[in-house]
């Protein structure tokens, strides 16, 4: 570590440990990309944007690790020289979107049931906890510890179990090829199709049904994709890349109105739910986007009733409480854990009673 990084740690935990002192509340600060997700979270500014840059990069052992401050744009072109990605392809929501605003929201693309969420790609971080103390978990390798790695959890915990001061994440060669398929059909066969899919040696990266038609892209060898395609019977469409970062970027003219937008999280083969709305399904049907202005207490009912659960992803005004109530024995073992980390409540306290984390 730098003299200067070393340098904004101990500031950063200085301004931790003051705030601590007197149980004044902070609000981390990065770029500001995703605090739409946060919500409105009262007290002082920590800003953490300064904290940025590669530490350590190792393509031919795929780690790499960077401060949580670091543009996306910088880590993702970094790699992409070294034909090397992101697996679990996050979304950026804002040209200024950091590695530690994606890991504290826990975000991961279209790629997440084929190569995993953002939590399996984390190996290690260092964080400032609530009492202003540095502390570093996890490591550099796959297999570092015995038990449960604690680094996993600050992913999707909103920094309210500590301040993000670096991540180590595995990384994953960039597939030779991609293309992307299109058949017009109704939801219902969608996610059967999908679910069939995915039981299949099929090299599946994405599979998506928006506007009456299910999108699925291949992702491997020249020999791999082409080979699927064949067995598919559908021509590629045209600018594949740009349906799916449009998907992942909230882009698509799905998303482009101001109706309250929620995210569910259900098993795959869920039939279609009832309830009235727009609907979008990514992730193989693990993941529903709904427009609706249903009640809150009724789409969180439903969730419920296939064994999922409901967020309110970009809340409108009065429209009820942002995440799902958790159940009152994994409540009880989030607030532990707050107070074991954070024991004076002073960090993004607002957002943690029902914090579930993106799956």
């Not at 995993?116 to 609530?130: C, E, H, K, M, S």
């Amino acid at each position: 570590m730098t003299a200067v990084s070393q340098d904004k740690s101990s500031e950063l935990a200085g301004a931790v440990k003051a705030a601590a002192g007197k149980h004044a509340q902070l609000t981390i600060t990065g770029s500001g990309s995703k605090r739409f997700y946060a919500g409105d979270i009262e007290g002082e500014t920590l800003d953490v944007t300064g904290h940025r840059g590669i530490v350590t990069y190792e393509p031919t052992e795929l780690i790499l690790t960077a401060r949580a401050g670091t543009p996306l744009a910088e880590l993702e072109a970094a790699l992409a020289e070294k034909g090397q990605m992101l697996a679990f392809e996050p979304p950026w929501f804002g040209d200024g979107a950091t590695l530690g605003g994606t890991i504290a929201c826990g975000f991961s693309g279209p790629r997440r049931p084929y190569a995993g969420a953002a939590r399996d790609f984390v190996l290690g971080t260092r964080i400032i906890n609530g009492k202003g103390e540095i502390l570093h978990f996890g490591g550099e390798v796959m297999k570092n510890v015995a038990g449960y790695d604690v680094s996993r959890l600050m992913v999707g915990a909103l920094g309210s179990l500590g301040v993000l001061l670096e991540v180590s994440l595995k990384v994953l060669p960039k597939p030779a090829r991609e293309v992307t398929l299109c058949f017009e059909m109704p939801a219902d066969k969608a996610i059967a199709i999908m679910n069939a899919l995915g039981a299949q040696p099929l090299p599946l990266s994405a599979a998506c049904h928006a506007d009456d038609t299910l999108y699925v892209r291949l992702s491997g060898t020249e020999l791999g994709v082409q080979a699927a395609r064949d067995k598919l019977g559908v021509k590629p469409m045209d600018k594949g890349d740009d349906f799916w970062r449009d998907i992942r970027e909230h882009r698509h003219t799905f998303f482009q109105d101001d109706a309250p937008l929620w995210r569910l999280s259900v098993p795959p083969a869920t039939p279609p739910i009832n309830l009235p709305g727009q609907w979008l399904l990514d992730w193989g049907g693990a993941q529903r986007w709904l427009k609706s202005v249903a009640p809150a207490w009724e789409i969180r009912q439903k969730a419920e009733s296939v064994g999922g659960h409901a967020t309110l992803f970009r809340p409108a005004k009065h429209f009820g409480a942002q995440f799902h109530p958790l159940p009152a024995k994994l409540a009880e073992l989030h607030q532990n854990l707050k107070r074991a980390f954070d024991p004076a409540g002073i960090l993004n306290h607002e957002p943690f009673h029902a914090v579930q984390g993106a799956a």
